[in-house]
């Protein structure tokens, strides 16, 4: 669970950063800037903490897909990005990617070794 909650955080500083990012202009004005720098820094260090409680490949398929997820949906609510069935139906296969991944098990050792 601590994983999940620390990939959590890390997933809402990425995208926060990100937001950052569009509203920098090019690192033009200093605050947003300053916002990518530090929501970035967090994102890194937090995911990297939560690979203590999960796998590599599971972390990161739920940061990069919820992450980018979310990104363009708030994409679409803040900055008016183009909405169309293409968008949603990729945004739906990424939540699906990353649910499957979530709930798919690996065989155990005896079974792959009989």
Same mark, same amino acid.
């Given at each position: ?7 959590s ?11 950052? $990012?569009?509203? !920098?202009?090019?690192f033009?004005? +200093?605050?947003?800037?300053?916002? &990518?720098?530090l #929501?970035? @820094?967090? /994102?890194?260090?937090? $995911?990297?903490? !939560?690979?203590?409680?999960?796998? +590599?490949?599971?972390?990161?398929? &739920?940061?990069? #897909?919820? @992450?980018? /997820?979310?990104t ?12 169309s ?30």
């Open positions: 669970m601590k994983g999940y909650i620390l990939l955080i890390a997933i809402i500083s990425e995208v926060f950063a990100t937001l950052c $990012l569009k509203i !920098s202009n090019g033009a004005h +200093l605050l947003p800037s300053i916002g &990518v720098v #929501g970035y @820094g967090l /994102a890194f260090y937090l $995911l990297s903490q !939560s690979l203590a409680y999960m796998s +590599l490949s599971l972390a990161y398929a &739920v940061w990069s #897909g919820v @992450g980018t /997820a979310l363009a949906i708030l994409g679409i609510l803040i900055f008016a990005d183009p909405l069935f293409w968008v949603i139906f990729g945004i739906a296969c990424i939540i699906f990617g990353v649910v499957l991944m979530n709930t798919s098990k690996s065989p155990s050792k005896e079974k792959a070794t009989s």
